[in-house]
């Protein structure tokens, strides 16, 4: 017998209530050793190519930014490849982590070249968004021009390769993490930390320290490598699953 609304009268569709809106999870890395010890070693070796190249760095920018680019793409293709589930297959890989138990190294997965390709393509095509927003938040709009691009490039491939990796051009995803709604994993954790460490960068440019490395874009840069580590250890540890509160 259905049931009956007792103000209209008329008869109640089950299937026409609204079901509770799924929240999204996490990502896990992929059910491996491999995946765990790369994840451990990947912010490591960030940090330490980042250190030896900081002195040409702070000597000729656009060089060392523009030569740093391929290295660190193959990095965090690497990192994407061996620790990241492809877009569409987080769900898949961690319920086969817990049936399976952990896996044999030699049996990590191979990277999706056709998801690692449109993430590079994705990544390039942000960058001259990302280095829009440099400019808007106060970066030299009519000289150092390439300097803003290059750093761009090295947001995008920090910030918006593991994403687009990990979750593809799912709007709803995307929407989330626009909104900064998103639970915090170490992919989406990174990010956050990668863009607030460049916002924080700026901060002794105009101090009058008379120092090099103060010039544009050296802190802006250094900042977000940092904020990117701290970020993503943060993501993996402290708040994993947890969501940014504004209230």
Not at 222 to 234: R, W
């Amino acid at each position: 017998m259905p049931l009956i609304d007792p103000v209209t009268m008329s008869a109640i569709n089950p299937a026409s209530q609204s079901a509770p809106a799924k929240t999204s999870s996490p990502i896990e890395l992929l059910p491996n050793d491999l995946a765990r010890i790369i994840s451990q070693v990947h912010p490591v070796l960030l940090l330490s190519a980042y250190y030896l190249r900081f002195p040409s760095f702070v000597a000729d920018p656009i060089p060392t930014l523009l030569s740093s680019l391929l290295p660190l793409a193959i990095i965090q293709a690497a990192y994407a490849a061996l620790c990241l589930p492809a877009t569409g297959s987080n769900a898949k890989a961690v319920k086969r982590g817990k049936l399976n138990g952990a896996k044999k190294i030699g049996d990590a997965p191979s990277a999706n070249a056709f998801t690692l390709l449109f993430s590079f393509v994705l990544s390039l095509l942000s960058t001259p968004v990302l280095a829009g927003l440099q400019i808007l938040f106060g970066a030299p709009i009519t000289t150092h021009l390439p300097h803003t691009l290059l750093s761009s490039a090295h947001l995008a491939l920090l910030t918006v390769f593991p994403l687009v990796y990990v979750h593809g051009s799912d709007g709803k995803k995307w929407r989330e993490i626009a909104s900064l709604h998103s639970p915090i994993d170490e992919v989406f954790g990174g990010a956050v930390g990668c863009f607030l460490g460049a916002w924080l960068g700026a901060v002794p440019i105009p101090l009058d320290w008379d120092r090099e490395w103060q010039k544009w874009p050296v802190t802006i840069v250094t900042g977000a490598y940092a904020g990117y580590v701290l970020g993503k250890m943060v993501g993996s540890w402290l708040l994993k699953g947890r969501r940014i509160e504004f209230d």
